[in-house]
């Protein structure tokens, strides 16, 4: 789960930018076999629309409209195709959510209330009259949809309360390595050899024996080998490490900086909302199971993200404007 704003928004899954994906980590989660419960649809055109042409609008800005044709993996996948299962899996857990919410009796104070309204309205601004009539957007339905994103936040934070999420800058520690890499211990013995030498330098030796080039590279707990990371992790700035064998590779290590305090600042925030989808799943999984969502599979496939209206309302950034302050 990624957090804009304090606020439950989907996080990465095609690029680093991606400002749209699933609730529940990365790759989304499993399909669960429906063991015979309530049925219910899942979200209309005048919804999926208000996502659709959101990330229309954001990733034109950022790339330009070329963005749609540009292929993610070695099938032809294009980026439109990607972006657009990853919203209406999106769509998906957020009806979820929203009737987990009901089923919670889980409801919004008279202050968001007021700020959900004053979403929709700003929306619908946004929009202009002709670009609510071309996403078949009424005001309730603006509404109603600000109040389920809401409550899918309220939700994830009133599940998890208790939980243990702390994590401590141990765990979470990012430093900053340069390394020489070589494919025989005997190269990798020479290399450490020539830096210890009088007059030796850790660049000088990685020009001649390293078969990468040079680079500072973050690394965390659980990123590389037990051993290498034993041996980067007890470094000091300035330290280097003795021969490290890495998955028949061997490395000679230099630490840059021991503690990047903005990347593991970043790593601890990470490591707290995968906590906390791991506490939510159990609950979120066992939910799902007795639900079976039906759509309209005439309209997923008539849905293109570059066809769809161009408009100027954001309805993440909406969203973040009237409830930044709760």
């Given at each position: 789960m990624k957090k804009r704003n304090g606020q439950w928004i989907a996080a990465g899954?095609?690029?680093?930018?991606?400002?749209?994906?699933?609730?529940?980590?990365?790759?989304?989660?499993?399909?669960?076999?429906?063991?015979?419960?309530?049925?219910?649809?899942?979200?209309?055109?005048?919804?999926?629309?208000?996502?659709?042409t959101s990330e229309r609008l954001r990733y034109e800005e950022l790339y330009t409209s070329q963005i749609w044709t540009a292929a993610v993996d070695n099938r032809g996948t294009t980026f439109e195709s990607s972006l657009l299962s990853q919203i209406h899996e999106f769509l998906k857990e957020l009806k979820i959510m929203s009737l987990m919410a009901e089923e919670n009796e889980l409801t919004l104070s008279g202050q968001e209330?007021?700020?959900?309204?004053?979403?929709?309205?700003?929306?619908?601004?946004?929009?202009?009259?002709?670009?609510?009539?071309?996403?078949?957007l009424e005001e309730k339905t603006a509404e109603e949809f600000y109040e389920d994103y809401r409550l899918a936040n309220k939700l994830v934070d009133q599940l998890t309360a208790g939980a243990d999420l702390e994590v401590s800058d141990s765990e979470a520690r990012v430093i900053t390595v340069e390394e020489i890499e070589t494919s025989d211990a005997e190269t990798a013995s020479a290399a450490l050899a020539?830096?210890?030498?009088?007059?030796?330098?850790?660049?000088?030796?990685?020009?001649?024996?390293?078969?990468?080039?040079?680079?500072?590279?973050?690394?965390?707990?659980?990123?590389?080998?037990?051993?290498?990371?034993?041996?980067?992790?007890d470094l000091t700035a300035g330290g280097v490490s003795g021969v490290v064998e890495e998955n028949g590779k061997y490395y000679v290590i230099l630490c840059v900086n021991d503690y990047d305090e903005a990347a593991t600042q970043e790593r601890k925030e990470w490591m707290v909302r995968q906590r906390k989808n791991e506490t939510f799943y159990n609950a979120y999984q066992e939910f799902k199971t007795e639900l079976l969502l039906t759509g309209d599979d005439a309209l997923w496939e008539e849905i293109r993200?570059?066809?769809?209206?161009?408009?100027?309302?954001?309805?993440?950034?909406?969203?973040?404007?009237?409830?930044?302050?709760?």
């Open positions: 899954g095609v690029t680093a930018v991606l400002t749209l994906s699933l609730f529940l980590g990365g790759c989304g989660v499993k399909e669960a076999i429906f063991s015979g419960g309530r049925e219910q649809k899942e979200y209309g055109k005048a919804e999926t629309m208000m996502i659709v209330q007021e700020a959900v309204r004053a979403a929709a309205d700003a929306y619908l601004a946004a929009l202009g009259g002709g670009g609510a009539e071309a996403l078949g020539a830096i210890q030498a009088e007059g030796g330098s850790f660049q000088a030796a990685a020009k001649e024996y390293s078969e990468k080039p040079l680079e500072e590279i973050r690394i965390y707990r659980g990123q590389r080998g037990t051993a290498y990371e034993s041996a980067a992790f993200i570059s066809d769809s209206p161009q408009v100027s309302a954001d309805f993440f950034a909406v969203y973040e404007e009237a409830f930044g302050s709760l």
